[in-house]
């Protein structure tokens, strides 16, 4: 049954869904995250082709991720399907969902452990929120750049110092971006420049730089940050950084990109 003040999927939502009636029409489902309202699985979305039998595809218990067709309020239906759900979309959503799950999980331990009211905790969130995407997010850059990065939030010792606790103990997605420069310089002191433009491109906030010399002219660049995008984000400035310095010494400057390489899982 759906109130008025019931919060609704979207349609054209992708949404989590626990199959809890079957019949020959369809299968009947509750939302999980829209505190367990009812929605319709037709037999026509839940498969392309005719539909023999509705239990070859859905079980009773089953959780489904399903696609919202339709929502009518005034009639309190929502039509859902299953079919019509790429294998991309629904691993997405598993993924969110997880990444949800994990989420709270941290709340959770962080209003045990600093041993604060839901009230606290839910502002916390919301702190949290009101600078990162996500919770996950924000304990990710703290955990990589130190609890500093917080410093503006205003929080209480107690909670950094727990923060600080649960960050230690997280393991680290990251990705390596890797590539060799060639780089030359014809002055009389061109070794002691480029190891100064070398020196100065390691010193980044963003990412984790490592140049490492492999026989001249050749350096092999590695970047490790959180994700690919980020990534790439921080390479760009610092491989402008040395090409403009490089040459600004009339020196001569060539990157080439090798494999990137994932490191890790969060």
Same mark, same amino acid.
């Given at each position: 049954?759906?109130?008025?003040?019931?919060?609704?999927?979207?349609?054209?939502?992708?949404?989590?869904?626990?199959?809890?009636?079957?019949?020959?029409?369809?299968?009947?489902?509750?939302?999980?995250?829209?505190?367990?309202?009812?929605?319709?699985?037709?037999?026509?979305?839940?498969?392309?082709?005719?539909?023999?039998?509705?239990?070859?595809?859905?079980?009773?218990?089953?959780?489904?991720?399903?696609?919202?067709?339709?929502?009518?309020?005034?009639?309190?239906?929502?039509?859902?399907?299953?079919?019509?759900?790429?294998?991309?979309?629904?691993?997405?959503?598993?993924?969110?969902?997880?990444?949800?799950?994990?989420?709270?999980?941290?709340?959770? $331990?962080?209003? =045990?452990?600093?041993?604060? &009211?839901? +009230?606290?905790? *839910?502002?916390? @969130? #919301?702190?949290?929120?009101?600078?990162?995407?996500?919770?996950?997010?924000?304990?990710?850059?703290?955990?990589?750049?130190?609890?500093?990065?917080?410093?503006?939030?205003?929080?209480?010792?107690?909670?950094?110092?727990?923060?600080?606790?649960?960050?230690?103990?997280?393991?680290?997605?990251?990705?390596?971006?890797?590539?060799?420069?060639?780089?030359?310089?014809?002055?009389? $002191?061109?070794? =002691?420049?480029?190891?100064? &433009?070398? +020196?100065?491109? *390691?010193?980044? @906030? #963003?990412?984790?730089?490592?140049?490492?010399?492999?026989?001249?002219?050749?350096?092999?660049?590695?970047?490790?940050?959180?994700?690919?995008?980020?990534?790439?984000?921080?390479?760009?400035?610092?491989?402008?950084?040395?090409?403009?310095?490089?040459?600004?010494?009339?020196?001569?400057?060539?990157?080439?990109?090798?494999?990137?390489?994932?490191?890790?899982?969060?």
């Amino acid at each position: 049954m759906v109130s008025d003040t019931q919060e609704l999927p979207e349609t054209g939502e992708i949404v989590i869904a626990t199959v809890t009636k079957i019949s020959d029409h369809g299968a009947y489902v509750t939302l999980d995250e829209y505190n367990k309202i009812q929605g319709f699985l037709h037999v026509s979305e839940i498969a392309p082709g005719w539909v023999r039998k509705v239990n070859k595809y859905v079980r009773e218990g089953e959780k489904k991720v399903l696609l919202v067709k339709k929502v009518e309020r005034g009639r309190k239906e929502i039509d859902l399907s299953l079919k019509q759900i790429s294998k991309d979309q629904r691993k997405k959503k598993l993924l969110d969902v997880k990444r949800f799950e994990k989420e709270q999980g941290i709340l959770k $331990n962080i209003q =045990e452990k600093s041993k604060l &009211t839901t +009230k606290q905790i *839910e502002d916390l @969130e #919301d702190k949290f929120l009101s600078k990162y995407d996500s919770v996950y997010d924000a304990m990710l850059n703290i955990a990589i750049k130190g609890s500093g990065e917080i410093e503006d939030l205003k929080l209480q010792k107690k909670v950094i110092t727990t923060i600080e606790d649960i960050c230690s103990k997280m393991k680290l997605p990251s990705v390596e971006l890797r590539g060799i420069l060639e780089i030359s310089n014809n002055q009389s $002191n061109g070794v =002691e420049l480029i190891q100064k &433009t070398l +020196k100065d491109a *390691e010193n980044t @906030e #963003d990412a984790k730089i490592e140049i490492t010399y492999l026989g001249a002219p050749k350096y092999r660049l590695s970047l490790v940050s959180q994700d690919f995008k980020t990534a790439e984000k921080s390479l760009k400035p610092i491989l402008e950084k040395i090409e403009k310095n490089v040459k600004k010494q009339s020196g001569v400057y060539n990157f080439t990109r090798e494999e990137s390489i994932k490191t890790g899982e969060g």
